[in-house]
T-cell receptor, first 114, second 120 residues
């Protein structure tokens, strides 16, 4: 079985500052890893995903994440926060990409201070 | 491409009634759809995996007789909450797995906008 841990249920940063959202996973096999964003009362939008290959993954809206197998981590970063980044962020893992239901972390609420 | 819709977006019902939620893949075929439940301020929990033409696979702890899932075509899955009670109030989200063609990755699920169910 796989699991996901997101450190920090709430993260607050100033506009223009670095965003770092932490995600650690456990999996018995090489995982597929995802970051999703959810705006209030909306469904999930894929930010980026790691399947195989390059460990630094670039996504939409300036976000990127690095897969570190030795640390079992997949932290999400953005160099400069924008007010529109305020949302709930979920890290997720699956064993077979789209073929399996996803196991989600508990989410991190990102707050952007003006 | 790869749009998933859900209907209705919101539903309020009385305790004891049944509610049907539809999940449609609008521009692609999906042999597999997934149903998730999201509690307030919490994460999404996988409820079941819905495969076209076969019985759904439910996660441990999910009552299959309460949450009836039907996947009758490659573009439609339905979740029926039977004899709903206030504790069934939640945000239900479906996702669909792309199996073929177009411009999207086949290793990805696309999520619907969710259905908020309130049981009085």
């Amino acid at each position: 079985a796989q699991s996901v841990t997101q450190l920090g249920s709430h993260v607050s940063v100033s506009e223009g500052a670095l965003v770092l959202l932490r995600c650690n996973y456990s999996s018995s096999v090489p995982p597929y890893l995802f970051w999703y964003v959810q705006y209030p009362n909306q469904g999930l939008q894929l930010l980026l995903k790691y399947t195989t290959g390059a460990t630094l993954v670039k996504g939409i809206n300036g976000f990127e994440a690095e897969f570190k197998k030795s640390e079992t981590s997949f932290h999400l970063t953005k160099p400069s926060a924008h007010m529109s980044d305020a949302a709930e962020y979920f890290c997720a893992v699956s064993l077979r990409g789209g073929a399996d239901g996803l196991t989600f972390g508990k989410g991190t609420h990102l707050i952007i201070q003006p | 491409g790869a749009v998933v819709s859900q209907h209705p977006s919101r539903v309020i019902c009385k305790s004891g009634t049944s509610v049907k939620i539809e999940c449609r893949s609008l521009d692609f075929q999906a042999t597999t759809m997934f149903w998730y439940r999201q509690f307030p301020k919490k994460s999404l929990m996988l409820m079941a995996t819905s495969n076209e033409g076969s019985k759904a696979t439910y996660e441990q702890g999910v009552e299959k007789d309460k949450f009836l899932i039907n996947h009758a075509s490659l573009t439609l899955s339905t979740l029926t909450v039977t004899s709903a009670h206030p504790e069934d109030s939640s945000f239900y989200i479906c996702s669909a797995r792309v199996i073929s063609g177009s411009l999207v990755s086949v290793d990805e699920q696309f999520f619907g906008p969710g259905t908020r169910l309130t049981v009085l």
